[in-house]
């Protein structure tokens, strides 16, 4: 799947996109250059920097959320977005979550949404 993400950064941007479907997005960053980024999910971009993990939406011009995590392996953390017939859903009520680990037994889920 490398040939299928793309991942750049300009001076105040940070870009990604999925080039089959065509969803690229561009978000406001300061970049160091020493951010991470990680594509297992074929739905959100993600990078990590400093401590944080932040999700972007493919095809979405804004950071979906954030969170505070050292461990950021794939197996240990998931992010769900509704599919399907849920896109034709208003924006508020799509569903967006994160499950992640705060610390090696406590496991935080949080709905990208409401922030809750």
Not at 24 to 40: A, I, K, M, T
Request: hydrophobic share 35%; aromatic share 8%.
């Amino acid at each position: 799947y490398h040939d299928q993400y793309l991942d750049a950064q300009t001076d105040s941007t940070l870009l990604m996109g999925d080039l089959v479907s065509c969803k690229l997005s561009e978000v406001p960053w300061n970049s160091s250059g020493q951010e991470r980024f990680f594509f297992d999910n074929p739905q959100v971009c993600m990078f990590y920097h400093a401590g944080e993990l932040a999700l972007v939406e493919y095809g979405r011009n804004e950071i979906l959320g954030s969170c505070r995590t050292e461990h950021i392996n794939s197996h240990l953390l998931s992010v769900q977005l509704s599919e399907g017939q849920a896109e034709n859903l208003d924006e508020d009520r799509r569903k967006k979550t994160i499950a992640y680990l705060i610390d090696k037994q406590t496991i935080r889920v949080v709905d990208l949404v409401s922030g809750i």
